[in-house]
């Protein structure tokens, strides 16, 4: 089994910041990458941005320049770091990661159960 636990959400004013940490445990072989995905009310979940093992990112254009993704302290965790926050950032913020529990290269995807960001005045 494999756990992925997000923290670090809450409300903020336009123009804040905010940090998000996952947490991902379990019979974990080996992660080829984590990030992070949104979904906002009545909209589609979409990605925000993610971090290979290699150290590669990637992120959606409307969040570059102001979000960061990077490694956490811990071992199998990342975080989103969060500037200029808007209000069109409002929305669910889920944790996902590729994961191998097996040793044989196979890699599936796991989510967290989200956590809220609320960017309002």
């Known amino acids: 089994q494999v756990r992925l636990v997000e923290s670090g959400g809450g409300l903020v004013q336009p123009g804040g910041s905010l940090r998000l940490s996952c947490a991902a445990s379990?019979?974990?072989?080996?992660?080829?990458?984590m990030g992070w995905h949104r979904q906002a009310p009545g909209k589609q979940r979409e990605l925000v941005a993610t971090?290979?093992?290699?150290?590669?990112?990637n992120y959606a254009d409307s969040v570059k320049g102001r979000f960061t993704a990077s490694r956490g302290d811990a071992e199998n965790t990342v975080a989103l770091h969060m500037n200029s926050l808007k209000p069109e950032d409002t929305a669910v913020y889920y944790c996902?990661?590729?994961?191998?529990?097996?040793?044989?290269?196979?890699?599936?995807?796991?989510w967290g159960q989200g956590t809220q960001v609320t960017v309002s005045s």
């Open positions: 971090f290979t093992n290699g150290g590669s990112t």
């Open positions: 379990g019979s974990i072989f080996r992660i080829y990458a």
């Open positions: 996902n990661a590729q994961i191998d529990t097996t040793a044989r290269g196979v890699y599936r995807d796991y």
